[in-house]
Nanobody, 120 residues
Framework: QLQLMESGGGLVQTGGSLRLSCAASGFALGNYAIGWFRQAPGKERERIACATEFDGQLYYRDIVKGRFTISRDNAANTFYLQMDNLEPEDTGVYYC?????????????WGQGTLVTVSS
């Protein structure tokens, strides 16, 4: 069974940092594009950071550029979202996604989501 499992969410103060992890099971992550998406309260899910493997494309939403970093460890079959200088507007449920077609910000597989709350 192909699965993604997020971890690392929680409550943090403004200016703090969190690192989200997404562990893949049932498939080799190295053949997939990866991405992080966020759904804030009352809003639609939006893409935050994405990366392809085969050609190294990267995407960051403007509001997180310079603060968030997406990375992967194929040997560990896990990818990450390092979030620094967090703001209350970063609050939401964060979902990881993977795409076997290597589409930048494509999402064939989804994790269950992890809640990030940034207090002011």
């Amino acid at each position: 069974q192909l699965q993604l499992m997020e971890s690392g969410g929680g409550l943090v103060q403004t200016g703090g940092s969190l690192r989200l992890s997404c562990a893949a099971s049932g498939f080799a992550l190295g053949n997939y594009a990866i991405g992080w998406f966020r759904q804030a309260p009352g809003k639609e899910r939006e893409r935050i950071a994405c990366a392809t493997e085969f050609d190294g494309q990267l995407y960051y939403r403007d509001i997180v550029k310079g603060r968030f970093t997406i990375s992967r460890d194929n040997a560990a079959n896990t990818f990450y979202l390092q979030m620094d200088n967090l703001e209350p507007e970063d609050t939401g449920v964060y979902y990881c996604a993977a795409d076997p077609w290597e589409r930048l910000c494509g999402a064939e597989l989804w994790g269950q989501g992890t809640l990030v709350t940034v207090s002011s």
